[in-house]
Nanobody, 126 residues
Framework: QVQLVESGGGLVQAGGSLKLSCAASGRTLSSYTMGWFRQGPGEEPAFVAGLSWSGGRTFYADSMKGRFTISRDSATKMSLQMNSLKPEDTAVYYC????????????????????RGQGTQVTVSS
């Protein structure tokens, strides 16, 4: 069992930056593939970025490439650095975890992640 807690959300002006953190309790994340997802009002969850913990490989949604960076901070913590934020980035962001596959595949399907946090609100004003 992995419990995930996000922090770092808030209100920022367009063009600004925020850093989200995801802290795990219960065990280390070395056996997991991690993902960040976001969900706007009335929308389905959307993949933002993913991280294969043991291999260190990352994968981003096209609209986040070059602006967002996912990284491992410690054995139980990861982060999402978000730069050049746009109003359309406004959403609840949550982290999620799934046991890593042998191929270290990073899934973009939120339903394939067994564990997820409650989320943190990010609001970007224009």
């Amino acid at each position: 069992q992995v419990q995930l807690v996000e922090s770092g959300g808030g209100l920022v002006q367009a063009g600004g930056s925020l850093k989200l953190s995801c802290a795990a309790s219960g065990r280390t994340l070395s056996s997991y593939t991690m993902g960040w997802f976001r969900q706007g009002p009335g929308e389905e969850p959307a993949f933002v970025a993913g991280l294969s913990w043991s291999g260190g490989r990352t994968f981003y949604a096209d609209s986040m490439k070059g602006r967002f960076t996912i990284s491992r901070d410690s054995a139980t913590k990861m982060s999402l650095q978000m730069n050049s934020l746009k109003p359309e980035d406004t959403a609840v962001y949550y982290c999620a975890a799934r046991l890593a596959s042998a191929s270290l595949y990073i899934s973009t399907d939120p339903d394939e992640y067994r564990y997820r946090g409650q989320g943190t609100q990010v609001t970007v004003s224009s």
